[in-house]
């Protein structure tokens, strides 16, 4: 159980990062519930079911480029899969860069993903910064 809920884990970031939304949607059940709790920057949001994690998908997508993202460790209970990472993107409207640390709780059954809880830290990248 631990392999194949950290496999399915993977499965969903490897779609992130190729910006298939199809295999990412095929990664969650179909009762699944996403619960971002935000920072500063970025606001809380609440996604349910499929159609709910294609919006996820497809909203961060549409409005930025993700520049890095990065899990860099998994911590694996039973069903569930903690991983915490980074992230650097850039809003397209506007053009700020946006760094995260994160951590994302996952709950896997049936090897579908049930539901996905994430806490982070934001912060804006100042052009100094930028390398």
């Known amino acids: 159980m631990k ?4 496999a399915v884990v993977e499965k ?11 295999k990412f949607v095929a990664t969650v059940s179909d009762d699944t519930v996403w619960i971002y709790h935000g920072t500063h920057i970025i606001p809380a ?33 039973g069903n569930m899969v903690v991983v915490i990472g980074k992230e650097h993107q850039k809003v397209k409207r506007s053009g700020r860069e946006l760094k995260q640390n994160w951590v994302q709780i996952y709950t896997v059954e049936n ?21």
Do not use: C, H
């Open 3 to 6: 392999s194949s809920a950290k």
């Open 12 to 22: 969903m970031f490897s779609a992130f990062s190729s910006g298939d939304v199809e």
């Open 45 to 77: 949001g609440s996604f349910e079911k499929k159609e709910g994690v294609r919006t996820f998908f497809t909203n961060i997508m549409e409005r930025t480029e993700i520049i890095n993202f990065k899990p860099l460790q998994y911590i694996v209970e």
């Open 111 to 131: 090897n579908l993903i049930t539901k996905m809880e994430e806490f982070a830290a934001s912060e804006e990248v100042k052009e100094k910064n930028i390398k």
